[in-house]
């Protein structure tokens, strides 16, 4: 399949035409037009220290000025050529307005505007990543950014560097004013093909996405099939492979297995207080996983063995607001999600009424406040959890009612045939996104949903299509 790419040439349209004169003249008319592909309400994207150019036919034409423009911003008119070359620094602003004028020969004059926006941060927490694990055969990973205002960006990483990702990109975080991207295969897949790209482990600016370092799979050769990255500092970046759990020192590149941390599942990391979590089930038996940086050992911490309902099996955990870890389980035919205190060892639950759907990023569910959103298939579910009171037992008077679904996507959109990994909740607005596709043949016909519940159950408050190549999942600056 053929990956579509975004140009960064992607100019506005035509807004305005005037004329300085009612007369007649006996000079013909002037005519101007660019030539550069438009894409209508969308801006072009220009990355700072990178022009780019608008080319332009003109006839019957004395000049061309192009001006108007914002703090930071420069353009400058080739005639001969029949160009224009646009830049921006560093710290320009983010939005402006390029206004064109090409005066006539007969004074006559035309006038055209084109919408700029500079790639200088992607770091506003009104922002929202989709990272894409690409095709494993055919390309690499990639990085969809969706801007504040709803632009959307196809391949952020590569659009700033030039470079790509490695080969089936899993997952990132962010620490410290930077964002670990973690691929399955680097540059190599698992048949062998060898792919052009950044590497197994690329580190970027979270502002610019600038890359600032890149791990290759010979300098990370111990690591099998790596999945899932969580970062405290440079020296403390825990990477979970087929085999368990290793702490990279970024600056030495030296790898240390984390004893006891063997069969960690596929599933993303809850970084809180200056550690990481996980979790293990053995033997029906499920336990919270601590890694703290004062040692390369983990501690476990057992679950209650008497709980309202049974955890056999962990399906995901994240960290709650309060301190405390989600826990999303199933023991017995019956599905629950809880919130773990770590200092009592108690928990406290609800019931829901599926068994969630979990993708390979392992991303059971996500949750915002007492807000907690899964799915089944393409159905999003939601419940408001009770943090008041004790638990039942028996689990009477369960607060089952609040669990409801929200909507099935798939009746909205014929092409959105399987939701791809996970849901993501927004920290700021609150909006919850999936990614949907319309079959693992046919990925490239995708969709990028948003909903703000508050206002609508049926109606998506954003929907982009035909962006994503396999999604990794969701991401989001103000979640650092």
Request: glycine content about 10%.
């Amino acid at each position: 399949m053929l990956r579509k790419t975004w140009s960064l040439l992607l100019p506005v349209v035509v807004l305005t035409l005037g004329s300085c004169s009612d007369e007649k003249e006996t000079a013909p008319a002037p005519t101007f037009e660019l030539t550069t592909e438009i894409t209508a309400g969308e801006p072009q994207f220009v990355v700072p220290g990178k022009s780019i150019e608008l080319a332009y036919t003109a006839a019957n034409v004395a000049s061309v000025e192009a001006g108007g423009l914002g703090e930071g911003w420069s353009a400058e008119v080739d005639p001969t050529a029949g160009r224009i070359e646009i830049a921006a620094t560093d710290d320009a602003v983010t939005r402006t307005t390029l206004k064109i004028t090409a005066a006539g020969t007969n004074g006559e004059s035309l006038a055209k505007e084109v919408e700029l926006y500079c790639l200088n941060a992607f770091d506003d927490p009104q922002g929202v990543f989709v990272l894409n694990e690409g095709n494993m055969t055919t390309e690499n990973g990639s990085l969809t950014w969706i801007s504040p205002e709803g632009y959307v960006l196809d391949d952020a990483y590569r659009t700033v560097n030039g470079t790509e990702l490695g080969n089936v990109a899993q997952d990132m975080a962010f620490c410290d004013g930077k964002i670990y991207i973690i691929s399955q295969n680097g540059n190599k897949n698992p048949n062998g093909t060898t792919f052009e790209n950044d590497g197994m482990l690329v580190v970027a600016d979270a502002r610019t996405l600038k890359r600032t370092a890149a791990f290759t799979n010979e300098e990370l050769e111990d690591l099998d099939w790596p999945t899932h990255i969580a970062v405290l500092d440079e020296r403390h970046v825990y990477i979970r492979d087929n085999r368990g759990i290793y702490r990279l020192d970024a600056g030495t590149k030296q790898l240390t297995f984390i004893t006891g941390t063997d069969g960690a599942p596929k599933s993303r990391f809850v970084t809180m207080n200056g550690k990481v979590y996980t979790y293990l089930v053995k033997n029906t038996l499920g336990k919270i996983l601590e890694i703290d940086p004062a040692s390369d050992a983990a501690v476990t911490y057992s679950l209650p063995y008497t709980t309202t309902y049974f955890i056999n099996d962990i399906k995901g955990i994240q960290a709650a607001d309060d301190g405390r870890i989600w826990i999303m389980a199933f023991g017995f035919g019956e599905s629950s999600i809880g919130k773990f205190d770590l200092s009592t060892r108690k928990i406290k639950q609800h019931l829901i009424g599926i068994e969630v759907s979990v993708g390979s990023n392992g991303v059971a569910f996500v949750a915002r406040g007492n807000d907690v959103y899964y799915a089944d298939g393409t159905t999003i579910y939601h419940l408001l959890f009770d943090d008041e009171g004790e638990d039942e037992v028996n689990g009477e008077g369960d607060p089952l009612s609040s669990d409801e679904p929200m909507i099935d996507v798939a009746a909205l959109d014929d092409n959105a045939g399987l939701s791809y990994n996970g849901l993501g909740v927004h920290p700021v607005t609150g909006r919850v996104y999936i990614n949907t596709i319309k079959s693992f043949a046919l990925y490239t016909q995708n969709q990028i949903w948003g909903f703000d519940f508050a206002v609508s159950f049926e109606n998506p408050a954003v929907k982009y299509e035909n962006y994503t190549n396999f999604p990794a999942g969701f991401y989001f600056p103000a979640g650092n």
